[in-house]
């Protein structure tokens, strides 16, 4: 259980398990009809679901406006190998106008004003227009990147923007990195020097052969106040199996699936 904390942010209460739904809600037979992931649909998709949490990526177009978006690039997407940041917006939008239409994160936040945002920045050029953009909406929004330097950018953008609170937040790649070392050392002093600051704990079961998500790993996590949330789980055992083991979110993409697994419990 999530140790009791007098600065459990906001975007975290009340306490879980809670369902991230993973770059929105693309049902299968939404994906059928052409719906993309991050699209203004997948995210309308989610929250009729009743999700209250989506999970989601930050580019920045050509022309400065940061749109929710995977990749670095559209050859996947749309098999234009043209990367988001050479693409201006008004062609975004006119290339996933059949995909369930481009979202821009202004919008997003606008569009979408009881839904929590878990913000993965994706670009160098992007972390401090997000961050200004969220500073309003601090309360309902999480911010976390690969990379620690684009995630403190980030919050600092927030804070000079005038946040009435930090966003939430979750480690980049290489403090979690250091974080599962420490602990598989039994270094507690360091485990916890590592989660100070943060929110929630936001990891993989596994990287190739190392088992990341541990009981161990999640008690320390809640030992210091912070939330464990495991990405990408999409198969139902293994959502029953890890809210068994205590972690506190599910970060999905069938958060329909999920949602009905929590909801039951």
């Not at 006119?94 to 997003?108: I, K, N, P, S, W």
């Not at 088992?211 to 990405?231: F, I, N, P, S």
Request: aromatic letters at 4%; hydrophobic letters at 45%; glycine letters at 8%.
């Amino acid at each position: 259980m999530l140790s009791s904390s007098p600065t459990r942010h906001p975007f975290l209460a009340p306490a879980g398990p809670r369902v991230l739904a993973h770059r929105g809600l693309v049902t299968p037979d939404a994906a059928a009809q052409g719906v993309a992931e991050n699209s203004f649909a997948a995210v309308a998709e989610a929250h009729a679901a009743g999700v209250g949490y989506v999970e989601s990526d930050c580019h920045l177009t050509a022309d400065g406006t940061v749109v929710l978006f995977h990749d670095d690039d559209l050859s996947r997407m749309t098999g234009d190998p043209r990367k988001i940041a050479d693409v201006r917006l008004a062609e975004l939008e006119e290339l996933m106008a059949d995909r369930g239409g481009l979202v821009t994160l202004a919008q997003a936040l606008d569009s979408f004003p009881d839904v929590r945002w878990n913000l993965d920045v994706k670009a160098e050029a992007a972390a401090a227009p997000v961050g200004r953009l969220v500073a309003p909406h601090a309360a309902r929004v999480l911010l976390t990147s690969f990379s620690d330097d684009r995630r403190r950018v980030a919050l600092a953008a927030a804070r000079t923007a005038g946040a009435p609170i930090r966003p939430a937040t979750s480690p980049g790649s290489a403090t979690v990195a250091r974080l599962v070392a420490a602990h598989a050392l039994g270094l507690r002093g360091t485990v916890r020097r590592l989660l100070r600051d943060l929110d929630a704990l936001q990891i993989p079961e596994r990287q190739g052969p190392v088992r990341v998500v541990t009981r161990g790993l999640v008690r320390a996590a809640h030992e210091a106040g912070v939330e464990v949330h495991v990405w990408t789980v999409n198969d139902t055992g293994d959502m029953t199996r890890l809210l068994d083991l205590g972690v506190d979110g599910l970060v999905t993409d069938r958060a329909d699936l999920a949602l009905s697994i929590v909801n039951g419990r």
